[in-house]
Every structure is written in C-alpha cells, then in structure tokens.
C-alpha cells in the first residue's frame, strides 16, 4: 500500500519558521501530484498547498507569500516550508498524495499528520 510519513510538526513562536517534511512508499506507479492539508482544532480539514508530478504550485489564500511547498521526486520527498507563521497556522498537518491526472486533483492517500503549534 502506499504510505506516508510526515515529520518536522513542533512549537514555534509567532514570526518563526518551521520546515515540514513528507517521505512516500508504497506500490503506486508514477510520480504524482501531492498536497498539504490541516485541520485546527474544532475545524474541518483545509487545503494548504499542492504540487504537481512537474513542479507547478497551487496554495490557500490564507498561507501565499508564506509557505512555499516543494518536492524531490529522487528522494520520494515533499516539503512545505512555513515562514512568517501565525498562531492561526496551529494544527495537525497532513500530506496527501492524488490518485488522478488532469483536474481537479483527487487525494485519496494520506498521512498520520504531524502537529505544528505557533504561540508564544
């Protein structure tokens, strides 16, 4: 099945910076699209960022200019790094790989999520 692990979640002061980190196993074929998500606490889960199997970017409103997502495909990795982070950025964030081409993207694999806490 295909997996995914995320790391790099922890405390950090408001204005801080903090760089997640997705590693993706697993029997899937080709090289596809990947996602961050979060959930904050009493919220619903929310889309953060995607990047496409090539390098094209997509983020919320609430995190461009902010947060830049990354990926290297040698490594089975993706990344999104957060700078300039804001209490409102706390919750568990997730990765999530597609299951499609084309658009819109669907996200059927996820990760266990890794906590990201801004405060001061």
């Known amino acids: 099945q295909v997996q995914l692990v995320e790391s790099g979640g922890g405390l950090v002061q408001p204005g801080g910076s903090l760089r997640l980190s997705c590693v993706v196993s697993g029997t899937i074929r080709n090289i596809r699209a990947m996602g961050w998500f979060r959930q904050a606490p009493g919220k619903q889960r929310e889309f953060v960022a995607q990047?496409?199997?090539?390098?094209?970017?997509n983020y919320a409103d609430s995190v461009r200019g902010r947060f830049t997502i990354s990926r290297d495909n040698t490594k089975n990795m993706v990344y999104l790094q957060m700078n300039s982070l804001k209490s409102e950025d706390t919750a568990v964030y997730y990765c999530?790989?597609?299951?499609?081409?084309?658009?819109?993207?669907?996200?059927?694999?996820w990760g266990q999520g890794t906590q990201v806490t801004v405060s001061s």
């Open positions: 990047i496409s199997s090539v390098g094209v970017s």
């Open positions: 999530a790989q597609s299951t499609n081409y084309g658009l819109p993207k669907v996200f059927d694999y």
